[in-house]
């Protein structure tokens, strides 16, 4: 593809800039508002479903679809159900996603088309129903049959999915938006094996992925589970940073995998949703039993309740999810800083992807705490500092 690549800056140039830092500020705080927006109309659009008797209105309208293959259980009521409360919520924050796909066009962090742009939200809007529908079936189906235990067996069959999906999603999900190649064996992929070998790992494999298509932003990962697990590398990183900074991202990519970070997040993410389904099942034993606000426990009616108590239960959780996330994250700096001993290269790639990813390094305390899921690089940029004290 024809594309404009700025030449790697020499190392000495490489320094935090101040006016994309005041862009930066401006960029997230409008994303910001634009989420709470949708999360506001989502809100309001519960509490009509919950308070004005519209639940019972589609429940009664969906009445006709009575297939019943497990006595209590109507799998298509709750499909309908699902779909007409997703797809109205989708039309109407449509608005809202459109302006955030000007809006990174405008700050030249997208580079999406948007014909290129609505594929991608279509393909993610039918892999969401697609999987919201499997989990909310399974719910109504074990609300139905096991009206008592349904939250441990759900909880289970999550653990169970999860892993299934961390496993298929880097070759399953991910290629359906990008791209994979193995990275050419060269320079870097000697780095790679040399950390790995020191560390008596190894690493599965080594891939670019074509994220210039879309984004000027650059990104590393590690991602898969057993047979899938892999590096990968956005393109736009191995244009413009050097091969020595390049190999601490790719450290701390292995220090994520040497400390077993994908199983430790599915393994806490998943007692965290228990929790939360043993709460929802406390809710809807009140609302039926008690307060006989619904003709039962899997009625179709429930599902904006179940709604309501997810999103309500994520929004809380979300603090808790992003400390553990910030939390791995600083080990896998420490690990880089460690394996390598690179603290200069280090805290250069830091300050590339925070010019490059448009990342205000030093967001308000308490914005940090309820968003952001790595440390500000503010912070990492510290903790490298701290490091060089230190050794
Ligand atoms: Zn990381």
Not at 125 to 142: F, N, Q, S
Not at 271 to 278: A, D, M, R
Not at 334 to 359: C, D, I, W
Not at 373 to 380: C, F, T
Request: aromatic share 12%; hydrophobic share 50%.
């Amino acid at each position: 593809m024809d594309m404009e690549i700025d030449a790697v800056q020499p190392a000495q140039q490489v320094e935090i800039d101040q006016e994309r830092q005041g862009k930066a500020k401006t960029y997230e705080r409008v994303r910001r508002r634009l989420s709470y927006i949708s999360m506001g109309i989502g809100a309001i659009g519960v509490c009509l479903l919950l308070f004005t008797g519209l639940a019972g209105w589609i429940g009664d309208r969906l009445h006709a679809l009575g297939w019943q293959p497990v006595h209590g259980w109507f799998p298509l009521q709750v499909m309908c159900f699902f779909l007409i409360v997703m797809l109205v919520y989708e039309i109407v924050t449509a608005p809202i996603g459109y302006y955030g796909f000007t809006l990174s066009r405008r700050y030249g962090m997208s580079v999406m088309t948007l014909k290129s742009w609505l594929r991608d939200l279509f393909v993610g809007l039918a892999l969401e129903l697609v999987l919201g529908i499997t989990v909310l079936e399974l719910i109504y189906w074990l609300l139905a049959a096991q009206p008592d235990t349904w939250w441990l067996w759900v909880g289970l069959v999550l653990l169970f999915f999860s892993v299934i999906m961390a496993n298929l999603a880097p070759v399953l999900l991910f290629p359906l938006f990008y791209k994979f190649r193995p990275m050419p064996e060269g320079d870097l992929t000697r780095r790679l094996l040399a950390l790995a070998n020191r560390a008596n790992t190894r690493v599965r494999g080594v891939y670019t992925f074509d994220m210039s298509r879309k984004t000027t932003a650059a990104n590393a990962a590690l991602m898969g589970l057993g047979n899938t697990r892999r590096i990968v590398l956005g393109d736009t990183m191995l244009d413009r940073y050097t091969n020595e900074e390049i190999e601490v991202v790719l450290a701390h990519e292995l220090g994520h995998h040497v400390h077993h970070d994908i199983w430790k997040l599915i393994l806490s993410q998943s007692l965290i949703t228990l929790g939360g389904l043993y709460l929802a099942n406390l809710v809807f034993h009140w609302t039926v039993e008690t307060q006989h606000l619904y003709a039962g426990l899997a009625d179709a009616a429930t599902i904006p309740l179940l709604l309501a108590l997810t999103a309500l239960f994520g929004f809380i959780v979300m603090p808790l999810n992003n400390g553990i996330s910030r939390y791995v994250e600083y080990q896998a700096d420490h690990y880089a800083l460690q394996s390598t001993g690179m603290v200069e290269p280090f805290k250069r790639a830091m300050t590339r992807m925070a010019n490059q990813n448009l990342s205000d390094i030093q967001p308000s305390p308490l914005i940090e705490f309820l968003f952001y899921d790595h440390p500000p690089i503010g912070k990492r940029l510290k903790h490298a500092d701290g490091y060089m004290e230190r050794t």
